[in-house]
């Protein structure tokens, strides 16, 4: 949780681009989004579930205007498909390892069901959506250790408190070499007809320590210099983000706004290396379609193209912090056979490194 423990890259001084934040910087600073962890973390077991509710209400009878972008395809995401044709999002997001999005989607698919007794009866069947990244350095990913118990508790407990780093499925996940995880952030759009917001929440697993980029300073080669690190890196990694906005768009906006993601990765350092699977998925809440047809024609509003600038601003800003919040507030974490990776908040203070 944003507690006392949890340092974020604003309480190190870092300021990262011009807009403001809203109050709680996180995804969960629009109105009626959650998030959810189960954290698994002992020995060789070193992974979890972390589960984002877009609205309280049911989302597959009031389903949300969405879309998604593959940067780079390397990955197993699951429902993907059905949000680009469609246009809608109607489950919740999970995200987890690359071995469990069966064992997810599976449990996703239940909690869907108890809720809405006409889906596979009287209507069509239903979307789950599952996010994955490659935790197999840190924890045993053969073991399978999240069960539909696991994924049944992180949707169920979600919060708007939404805490950050070695948590859910980001337990086992490394960033820039580093530990990574869970980051999140968010940014105000201030527009003529009214105050918006767009929120990120980011599982990181991708980067070397060598491109470590913080508010444009080479931090990963001061410290890859101070650590005296010479081995050779790769990045076989991925990242998953997660664009929430109350924002009035059309899928077509939503799809050109969620695309300006990569500028935040790129400031942090990324390439988009060819082993590793970036995908976006961006929801807005400003419009509930219902899934049962009306009998009148469906008005969404949506800003005008010239308004969009901001909403890309926005997106890039809160990526970039969400990812720098997902390497500072981790912690150190050893796991299968003794692989480890240190925390970057433990370097910066051993090396005397100030941001």
Not at 57 to 64: C, P, R, S, T, V
């Amino acid at each position: 949780m944003h507690t006392s423990r949890q340092k974020r890259i604003r309480d190190y001084g870092v300021r990262i681009g011009k807009l403001e934040t809203g109050p709680l910087n996180s995804i969960t600073d629009i109105e009626g989004i959650t998030v959810g962890h189960v954290t698994l973390s002992k020995g060789a077991m070193q992974t979890g579930v972390t589960s984002i509710q877009p609205h309280q209400g049911n989302i597959f009878k009031e389903k949300l205007i969405a879309s998604s972008h593959v940067i780079n395809g390397f990955g197993k995401t699951m429902g993907t498909i059905q949000i680009t044709e469609l246009g809608t999002l109607e489950s919740p997001i999970l995200l987890t390892n690359t071995l469990s999005i069966g064992t997810a989607a599976d449990a996703l698919i239940d909690y869907m069901l108890e809720q809405n007794p006409e889906i596979g009866r009287t209507t069509g069947t239903v979307n789950p959506v599952v996010c994955e990244c490659n935790d197999m350095f840190l924890n045993d990913i053969r073991a399978r250790f999240v069960t539909k118990d696991h994924v049944r508790q992180a949707l169920e407990h979600t919060s708007v408190k939404v805490e950050e780093g070695a948590v859910g499925a980001g337990t086992g996940m490394l960033c820039y070499s580093l530990k990574g995880g869970i980051g999140t952030a968010s940014r105000i759009m201030k527009m003529n007809h009214g105050t918006y917001t767009m929120g990120v929440l980011v599982l990181t697993n991708f980067g070397i320590l060598s491109d470590l980029t913080i508010n444009g300073r080479a931090v990963g080669e001061e410290l890859k210099e101070a650590i005296l690190e010479s081995r050779e890196e790769r990045d076989k990694g991925s990242v998953i983000i997660i664009a929430g906005t109350d924002l009035p768009v059309s899928e077509r906006q939503l799809n050109r706004i969620i695309k300006r993601s990569i500028t935040g990765l790129s400031r942090t350092g990324s390439i988009i290396t060819t082993g590793s699977g970036e995908v976006v998925i961006g929801f807005s809440t400003a419009t509930k379609i219902p899934h049962d047809q009306t009998s009148q024609c469906m008005s969404v509003p949506m800003i005008h193209e010239e308004e969009i600038d901001l909403a890309f601003r926005a997106i890039g800003e809160a990526t970039e912090e969400a990812v720098l919040n997902s390497l500072i507030t981790a912690g150190h974490v050893m796991g299968r056979d003794g692989n480890e990776r240190p925390a970057l908040k433990d370097l910066l203070d051993i090396h005397n490194i100030k941001l």
